[in-house]
């Protein structure tokens, strides 16, 4: 059997889901919760599942977008856009509501391209919120809006919901 990381890597598609792939980014966000579960306090319901239960608003609501990730048409992960902030409430900014890449497709770019493609896709302004306890995503981010904006933008630290969190603000724009 060959290893993912062995793979050489030929397609990377974000594919806006439609209504019936929520089963799938259902199941993704379990993986996900999971993942998140060593930095945030999430609980497992009786049905030992984590849920998400803004999924179905995806479809309800115009200014949500969600996209499942494939890599040469295999499932690889998938993100979750929405208009809003979450830190200032200004309904003008784009926010990465949930972004998340299988392990084992992590650490070869994928998710770098992932985000510049999401964010080329909604010009304007953009927040990234980034969990203080969680480094790796911390170095992902500075690392991906760097390469995007082409230069370093500092985070600024603030609460929400008693958490500290690291809020990236940019702003992306077509390109043709």
Known sequence: MTKLSE?????IEVIAAVPEQE????????????????????????DGRF???YLPLYWEEPDRHPFLV???GNLAGFVLVKRGSEVSGNED??????FFIVRGYRRRGIGMK??????RRFPGRWEVRVMQSNHSAMEFWERAITMFIG???PSVRVE????????????SWLTS
């Not at 993704?28 to 060593?38: A, Q, R």
């Open 160 to 171: 929400k919901d008693g958490e500290c969190w690291h809020l990236f603000s940019f702003e």
């Open 23 to 46: 089963p799938i980014l259902a199941n993704l966000l379990e993986l996900y919760s999971h993942d998140f579960s060593e930095f945030y306090d999430i609980e497992l319901g009786a």
């Open 70 to 72: 494939k890599i040469d």
């Open 93 to 98: 900014i784009w926010d990465v509501s949930e």
């Open 114 to 119: 992932v985000a510049h493609e999401v964010w």
């Open 51 to 53: 849920g998400y239960k």
């Open 151 to 153: 230069e370093m933008i």
């Open 7 to 11: 793979k050489p890597l030929v397609h």
